[in-house]
């Protein structure tokens, strides 16, 4: 049967629902067809991804395991009461995202603090304020102040019992350094925009860490690729015929965030890692059909 998933009857109708609380779309389990390799479940049963045939669970980290707009919004709230009017944060988020992606592509071997001093300016422009170097210098060290999300280190731990963890993060070495003492977990493998030159949804992280983790034994079946953006992650992932997991942090909030929207299907989506850990625990009380 396909590698992607373990034949379970969720529902006895075609809706798409939480196992977890009975809401629907909570989140999202589909299977790869033989033929394409494509997702499709239209009005066909769902299917879960077989947790046990993974060995490593590659991460995104900024949006994933780090809430970093929570970050940013707390670093420049104060910022934008001093400055004054009435610009929502919402919009200044969206506003970092097309400028950062801008950036990351024309000039993909800039380190990352120097990628957000220019970003904040690029915003500081958008939105008519004074460009202030010290603020610009604040938000290009802030990353290792960024907190984790809620659920990240418990989830981590759980996780970390039964995959190897790596990570695949858009950031420097350094940033990542002070970011990695937030997680509480070991990783056999980190690999940044500076240890490749490029930023993602650029292949490098990828093709990177496919070959590291085949020099510590691990094939590309082995290894499942979880995310909350699907531009930088889901995207190239399946590119590369990763298996992967869409996190949808903003399930509950309007827009793409910090990330540009792009269209990529995932194997799986949940809402958090917490439900991803709810799911993996639940692996075991569903027995293969067929």
């Known amino acids: 049967m396909p590698r992607a998933g373990i034949a379970m009857s969720l ?3 075609c809706r798409e629902r939480s196992i977890v609380s009975g809401r629907t779309a909570a989140f999202t389990i589909r299977r790869r067809s033989a033929e394409n390799d494509r997702l499709t479940l239209p ?7 077989d947790f046990d ?3 490593v669970l590659t991460f995104d980290c900024y949006g994933t395991l780090i809430d970093w ?3 940013m919004e707390e670093l420049v709230r104060p910022w934008m009461a001093e400055l004054g009017g009435a610009t929502p944060l919402d ?4 506003s970092f995202a097309l400028h950062q992606a801008k950036h990351q592509q024309v000039r993909p071997a800039l380190l990352y603090p120097e990628l957000l001093a220019r970003t904040w300016h690029d915003i500081e422009g958008t939105f008519g304020w004074e460009k202030n170097e010290s603020r610009a210098k604040a938000f290009a060290e ?3 102040h960024w907190p984790p999300f809620a659920d990240t280190v418990g989830s981590l731990r759980y996780l970390s019992r039964f995959y190897k963890l790596a990570i695949l993060s858009n950031v420097d070495n350094s940033s990542l350094t002070r970011t990695l003492r937030l997680l509480e977990v070991p990783f056999v493998l980190t690999v940044t925009a500076e240890d490749v030159g490029s930023y993602k949804p650029g292949l490098p992280h990828f093709t990177r860490a496919l070959e ?3 020099r510590q034994g691990f094939a590309k079946d082995d290894i499942l690729h979880v995310a909350q953006s699907k531009h930088h992650d889901v995207m ?3 590119q590369l015929g990763l298996s992967t997991i869409w996190v949808n942090r903003r399930h509950n909030r309007k827009g793409s965030g910090a990330t540009l929207a792009t269209e990529a299907e995932p194997d799986l989506a949940v809402t958090s890692l917490a439900e991803l850990v709810v799911l993996h625990k639940a692996r075991s009380r569903f027995a293969a059909v067929g």
């Open 43 to 49: 009005g066909r049963m769902p299917y879960m991804l």
């Open 236 to 238: 190239p992932g399946r």
């Open 11 to 13: 529902l006895s109708s």
């Open 69 to 71: 707009e929570t970050g």
């Open 53 to 55: 045939s993974f060995k």
């Open 142 to 144: 802030s990353v290792g």
């Open 91 to 94: 919009l200044v988020i969206t």
């Open 212 to 214: 590291e983790l085949e």
